[in-house]
């Protein structure tokens, strides 16, 4: 579903992704992980469009997505849920998550899947009428997560979800993600923390650098000791 | 006494229209990262279109201001087109200043159009109704007053209803709150953007209509407006609509206190040197966030 | 960019145009200026050639605080009025000696500027505009509203009395004129350049571009501004104080909107932060002007759209797209003539365009 080749990008003179090569096939889970600083998020970004890549290409259901506007990638089903949320300060939950479906193939749908939103995450529901800017950290991490499934996502990026949460918030976290999976949506998730996507049944993609330098399944890279000794409860 | 309620009721009019005509600047900012210098000109032109359908066919100023308002939609757009879009995204320099300066051209463009096209004398509208309601002994407010303050008011619930309630309107406080995240749900920019020019055009022309009885239509009717819209919408912080239509109030009531007190001449430097202190006090206005470069 | 060592500085101030100028071009366009009065003898062209430099001293403060301070200041032309009434003033009712006049319109001027400057200089960019904006409008409207005789209202002040040049023939006191105002924008390059190369110019380069990084350095903003600030204002208030004593009146039609735009295009055409920038742009718009004289609205028109296209197709200005041009004219010839020898070291020396190379930053626009 998403082919990424050779991906270069950067930030003015600064090269973060120094040519990347990834495969996500329908219905997989891919797990990438590395240290800070590296490309996880530069990563992510330009395959929503946020940011242009300088080189390479990126295939989004057959069709190249490089350089295209972050609006219409997304209007195509890919949906990224950025670090740090994002959240519309300002608006309430409700109206947060009814942004969420913006896209008019979306719209109309919209309370139907504002509902199941609120099934999944009852605790948003509870807060339907509450200002997102009063939430605490894991209550807008749901909240964008919940805006992110406000759309049919072809694709599911999700940019760290356990950053800055405390450790019983981050393994909720994942529960809700795990039912996420469960119901068959193809994810690409990034973590700097290797300990919470031991669970999964994932490709594990190890950016350094800007590059992937060590592909494999879970298992593979919990017998490799380097990875786990340098990841595992960072 | 009765100067006074007088002075205070001619005040909350006053306050009403510099509130519509100040939302759109304060909703451009916003979005768009943009002070709109060339706002005072859809306020012009909402006089003309009003003049040229009364002086041309007679027609009132219900029709005048939807006209204007229409009139006014597409200039926004063409505005953000030739002078906000092309800016966005580039380095090299300032965005703000350099949207400032565009924006401010084509208002120089705009006001010597006009000149050329209808010349300087001033043109006149007559109001919707004429005469005075009489509330007690020595206050009255003009039929026309009354009919701006209502009509002010009207539209901007109506705005406000848009912003909250509907799909589009939604999207616009989207991307002024976090662009980012906007882009990420689909919404498109430069639809949004356009439809805020748009808006913010057309409710200023209907100020422009509105006041086309009041001041005379003229080239330069819009400089006056657009002093008093930048002071309005950086007092009450740009960006937020509440601080604008608070502070439009504040400012109409002490405009009017200040004429009844002082005399008219004095009203425009008091307000200055209020404004003035009140930066010093509050940098960013009264609701006003220090907000991010970020176009 | 380590700021600081003389090499990072030169290729900073380069960057703005602001290299040495080449003193031989300078000398020669000083001595073809100076020449006009005598070989066009027209009055008209002297008059307006007068006027234009009288602009370009105003403009050359203007874009101190504009281009390089990053002081959004669009109350310019108030503080150029306020030199101008201050000096008229001085020698009409104290029949002071019209240099010291000009000199007391400077420092009127440079004292209203620090009123304002005080809250002005603490806000961040478009709230600056709208106060100093509204300054100008102010001043404006309360010397057109002024019904005390002292500023003469709508009317202003007439009858400034001249540069003590006594019994010169009509001819030669222009020239006379005109001469003094050449020096007086010379004097005004010469310190505005001199100015910028100094650290304090450095310093308030970096605090435009990286506020930041300039005030981990122990750069305070405040003190740096203000000494722009009132620099500038003093300049502006010379060049009012001129103004008024060569045409004789000084007026409120002087500000506004109006003549707002025409200088804010000879800034911006010429390029806003550049040496060369108002002077260059000053005499392309006065020759423009000129020859719409006959049009008089669509002076105004022309002008405003030449504003905007300039503005919104290269925002930089000429004078920085020419140097751009020269730059890789001079590239492109020094590869034609050794292949290796003479490219690392000037492409090193390039500073980034703004057209960039290959547009690959979409960050988040």
Same mark, same amino acid.
Do not use: C
């Given at each position: 579903?998403?082919?990424?080749?050779?991906?270069?990008?950067?930030?003015?003179?600064?090269?973060?992704?120094?040519?990347?090569?990834?495969?996500? @096939?329908?219905?997989?889970?891919?797990?990438?992980?590395?240290?800070?600083?590296?490309?996880?998020?530069?990563?992510?970004?330009?395959?929503?469009?946020?940011?242009?890549?300088?080189?390479?290409?990126?295939?989004?259901?057959?069709?190249?997505?490089?350089?295209?506007?972050?609006?219409?990638?997304?209007? @195509?089903?890919?949906?990224?849920?950025? @670090?740090?949320?994002?959240?519309?300060?300002?608006?309430?939950?409700?109206?947060?998550?009814?942004?969420?479906?913006?896209?008019?193939?979306?719209?109309?749908?919209?309370?139907?899947?504002?509902?199941?939103?609120?099934?999944?995450?009852?605790?948003?529901?509870?807060?339907?009428?509450?200002?997102?800017?009063?939430?605490?950290?894991?209550?807008?991490?749901?909240?964008?997560?919940?805006?992110?499934?406000?759309?049919?996502?072809?694709?599911?990026?999700?940019?760290?979800?356990?950053?800055?949460?405390?450790?019983?918030?981050?393994?909720?976290?994942?529960?809700?993600?795990?039912?996420?999976?469960?119901?068959?949506?193809?994810?690409?998730?990034?973590?700097?923390?290797?300990?919470?996507? @031991?669970?999964?049944?994932?490709?594990?993609?190890?950016?350094?650098?800007?590059?992937?330098?060590?592909?494999?399944?879970?298992? /593979?890279?919990?017998? /490799?000791?380097?990875?786990?000794?340098?990841?595992?409860?960072? | 006494?009765?100067?006074?309620?007088?002075?205070?009721?001619?005040?909350?009019?006053?306050?009403?229209?510099?509130?519509?005509?100040?939302?759109?600047?304060?909703?451009?900012?916003?979005?768009?990262?943009?002070?709109?210098?060339?706002?005072?000109?859809?306020?012009?032109?909402?006089?003309?279109?009003?003049?040229?359908?009364?002086?041309?066919?007679?027609?009132?100023?219900?029709?005048?201001?939807?006209?204007?308002?229409?009139?006014?939609?597409?200039?926004?757009?063409?505005?953000?087109?030739?002078?906000?879009?092309?800016?966005?995204?580039?380095?090299?320099?300032?965005?703000?200043?350099?949207?400032?300066?565009?924006?401010?051209?084509?208002?120089?463009?705009?006001?010597?159009?006009?000149?050329?096209?209808?010349?300087?004398?001033?043109?006149?509208?007559?109001?919707?109704?004429?005469?005075?309601?009489?509330?007690?002994?020595?206050?009255?407010?003009?039929?026309?007053?009354?009919?701006?303050?209502?009509?002010?008011?009207?539209?901007?619930?109506?705005?406000?209803?848009?912003?909250?309630?509907?799909?589009?309107?939604?999207?616009?406080?989207?991307?002024?709150?976090?662009?980012?995240?906007?882009?990420?749900?689909?919404?498109?920019?430069?639809?949004?953007?356009?439809?805020?020019?748009?808006?913010?055009?057309?409710?200023?022309?209907?100020?422009?209509?509105?006041?086309?009885?009041?001041?005379?239509?003229?080239?330069?009717?819009?400089?006056?407006?657009?002093?008093?819209?930048?002071?309005?919408?950086?007092?009450?912080?740009?960006?937020?609509?509440?601080?604008?239509?608070?502070?439009?109030?504040?400012?109409?009531?002490?405009?009017?206190?200040?004429?009844?007190?002082?005399?008219?001449?004095?009203?425009?430097?008091?307000?200055?040197?209020?404004?003035?202190?009140?930066?010093?006090?509050?940098?960013?206005?009264?609701?006003?966030?220090?907000?991010?470069?970020?176009? | 960019?380590?700021?600081?060592?003389?090499?990072?500085?030169?290729?900073?101030?380069?960057?703005?145009?602001?290299?040495?100028?080449?003193?031989?071009?300078?000398?020669?366009?000083?001595?073809?200026?100076?020449?006009?009065?005598?070989?066009?003898?027209?009055?008209?062209?002297?008059? %307006?050639?007068?006027?234009?430099?009288?602009?370009?001293?105003?403009?050359?403060?203007?874009?101190?605080?504009?281009?390089?301070?990053?002081?959004?200041?669009?109350?310019?032309?108030?503080?150029?009025?306020?030199?101008?009434?201050?000096?008229?003033?001085?020698?009409?009712?104290?029949?002071?000696?019209?240099?010291?006049?000009?000199?007391?319109?400077?420092?009127?001027?440079?004292?209203?500027?620090?009123?304002?400057?005080?809250?002005?200089?603490?806000?961040?960019?478009?709230?600056?505009?709208?106060?100093?904006?509204?300054?100008?409008?102010?001043?404006?409207?309360?010397?057109?509203?002024?019904?005390?005789?002292?500023?003469?209202?709508?009317?202003?002040? !007439?009858?400034?009395?001249?540069?003590?040049?006594?019994?010169? !023939?009509?001819?030669?006191?222009?020239?006379?004129?005109?001469? %003094?105002?050449?020096?007086?924008?010379?004097?005004?390059? %010469?310190?505005?350049?001199?100015?910028?190369?100094?650290?304090?110019?450095?310093?308030?380069?970096?605090?435009?571009?990286?506020?930041?990084?300039?005030?981990?350095?122990?750069? !305070?903003?405040?003190?740096?501004?203000?000494?722009?600030?009132?620099?500038?204002?003093?300049?502006?208030?010379?060049?009012?104080?001129?103004?008024?004593?060569?045409?004789?009146?000084?007026?409120?039609?002087?500000?506004?909107?109006?003549?707002?735009?025409?200088?804010?295009?000879?800034?911006?055409?010429?390029?806003?932060?550049?040496?060369?920038?108002?002077?260059?742009?000053?005499?392309?718009?006065?020759?423009?002007?000129?020859?719409?004289?006959?049009?008089?609205?669509?002076?105004?028109?022309?002008?405003?759209?030449?504003?905007?296209?300039?503005?919104?197709?290269?925002?930089?200005?000429?004078?920085?797209?020419?140097?751009?041009?020269?730059?890789?004219?001079?590239?492109?010839?020094?590869?034609?003539?050794?292949?290796?020898?003479?490219?690392?070291?000037?492409?090193?020396?390039?500073?980034?365009?703004?057209?960039?190379?290959?547009?690959?930053?979409?960050?988040?626009?």
């Amino acid at each position: 579903m998403l082919e990424v080749r050779n991906l270069h990008a950067g930030y003015g003179q600064t090269r973060v992704l120094a040519g990347i090569e990834l495969d996500v @096939q329908e219905g997989e889970t891919v797990v990438v992980i590395g240290p800070n600083g590296h490309g996880k998020t530069t990563l992510l970004r330009t395959i929503s469009g946020l940011l242009t890549p300088t080189a390479g290409e990126i295939r989004f259901d057959g069709r190249r997505i490089d350089g295209a506007r972050a609006e219409s990638v997304a209007a @195509q089903g890919l949906v990224h849920v950025p @670090q740090g949320d994002l959240p519309f300060g300002d608006m309430t939950v409700e109206e947060n998550l009814l942004l969420g479906a913006f896209p008019s193939g979306s719209w109309g749908a919209r309370a139907e899947r504002i509902g199941r939103v609120y099934g999944l995450f009852p605790m948003l529901g509870e807060r339907r009428g509450q200002r997102a800017h009063t939430l605490s950290g894991g209550e807008r991490r749901m909240l964008a997560l919940g805006r992110g499934l406000m759309r049919e996502a072809r694709l599911l990026m999700l940019d760290e979800p356990s950053l800055g949460l405390a450790p019983v918030v981050v393994n909720e976290m994942y529960r809700h993600i795990e039912q996420i999976v469960a119901s068959g949506i193809t994810l690409l998730l990034v973590e700097e923390n290797f300990s919470h996507v @031991q669970a999964f049944d994932a490709r594990v993609l190890l950016l350094e650098s800007g590059r992937i330098v060590r592909e494999g399944s879970v298992s /593979d890279l919990l017998a /490799d000791e380097i990875v786990m000794a340098t990841y595992l409860g960072t | 006494m009765a100067a006074l309620i007088q002075a205070i009721v001619s005040g909350l009019v006053t306050g009403s229209i510099y509130a519509l005509m100040t939302v759109g600047m304060t909703l451009i900012y916003g979005t768009l990262r943009t002070l709109n210098m060339a706002h005072g000109s859809m306020v012009m032109i909402g006089g003309y279109v009003s003049w040229m359908l009364f002086a041309g066919f007679g027609w009132g100023p219900l029709v005048g201001l939807v006209a204007a308002s229409m009139v006014a939609f597409a200039f926004g757009i063409v505005i953000q087109q030739i002078a906000v879009r092309p800016l966005i995204g580039r380095t090299g320099f300032d965005f703000e200043m350099t949207a400032f300066i565009s924006t401010f051209a084509v208002t120089i463009v705009l006001s010597n159009v006009a000149l050329q096209i209808y010349g300087a004398r001033n043109k006149a509208v007559p109001p919707v109704i004429r005469g005075r309601f009489h509330l007690i002994e020595g206050v009255s407010v003009s039929w026309h007053s009354m009919v701006m303050a209502a009509v002010a008011i009207t539209m901007l619930v109506g705005l406000g209803v848009f912003l909250s309630k509907t799909r589009y309107g939604l999207a616009i406080s989207a991307v002024a709150q976090e662009l980012d995240a906007a882009r990420l749900m689909g919404i498109p920019v430069g639809r949004v953007y356009n439809l805020t020019m748009a808006v913010s055009s057309a409710l200023a022309a209907v100020a422009g209509v509105l006041l086309a009885s009041v001041f005379f239509v003229s080239p330069v009717a819009g400089d006056l407006p657009l002093l008093k819209a930048l002071i309005v919408a950086i007092f009450g912080g740009l960006g937020s609509i509440r601080g604008t239509i608070l502070a439009a109030y504040v400012i109409g009531l002490l405009e009017s206190l200040i004429s009844l007190y002082f005399g008219v001449k004095w009203s425009l430097p008091t307000l200055f040197f209020v404004i003035m202190l009140v930066m010093l006090v509050r940098p960013t206005g009264l609701f006003g966030r220090p907000q991010e470069a970020r176009l | 960019m380590a700021a600081g060592s003389d090499d990072a500085r030169s290729a900073l101030v380069r960057e703005m145009g602001w290299r040495r100028p080449n003193l031989f071009a300078v000398a020669g366009v000083l001595i073809l200026a100076a020449m006009l009065p005598l070989v066009w003898r027209n009055d008209y062209v002297i008059d %307006v050639a007068l006027t234009a430099l009288i602009w370009m001293i105003l403009n050359q403060s203007w874009n101190l605080q504009l281009g390089i301070g990053g002081i959004w200041n669009f109350g310019q032309l108030a503080l150029f009025a306020i030199g101008g009434y201050g000096a008229a003033l001085v020698s009409l009712h104290w029949g002071s000696p019209p240099w010291l006049a000009m000199i007391v319109g400077g420092l009127a001027a440079a004292a209203a500027s620090a009123v304002v400057g005080i809250p002005v200089l603490r806000l961040r960019g478009i709230y600056a505009s709208l106060l100093t904006f509204s300054f100008g409008e102010v001043v404006r409207l309360l010397v057109i509203s002024d019904e005390s005789g002292l500023t003469g209202g709508s009317f202003g002040l !007439s009858g400034v009395p001249d540069l003590a040049f006594g019994g010169l !023939s009509p001819d030669a006191r222009q020239r006379a004129y005109y001469w %003094v105002a050449l020096a007086l924008v010379v004097v005004t390059a %010469v310190v505005v350049h001199a100015f910028i190369q100094s650290p304090l110019g450095t310093a308030l380069k970096a605090l435009r571009d990286a506020p930041g990084y300039a005030a981990s350095r122990g750069v !305070s903003p405040l003190k740096m501004q203000v000494i722009t600030f009132g620099m500038s204002a003093f300049i502006a208030g010379i060049a009012g104080g001129f103004y008024a004593h060569y045409f004789g009146v000084i007026a409120p039609s002087v500000m506004g909107l109006g003549p707002m735009s025409l200088f804010v295009a000879m800034l911006v055409v010429g390029g806003l932060g550049t040496f060369a920038g108002p002077l260059v742009g000053t005499a392309l718009i006065m020759v423009i002007s000129e020859y719409l004289r006959d049009y008089d609205e669509m002076r105004l028109i022309i002008v405003g759209v030449i504003l905007l296209v300039t503005i919104v197709l290269a925002p930089r200005g000429l004078v920085p797209l020419l140097q751009d041009a020269w730059r890789r004219l001079q590239r492109w010839m020094a590869e034609d003539e050794a292949g290796d020898r003479g490219g690392p070291e000037e492409a090193a020396s390039d500073p980034p365009t703004a057209s960039g190379a290959g547009a690959q930053e979409e960050v988040t626009r």
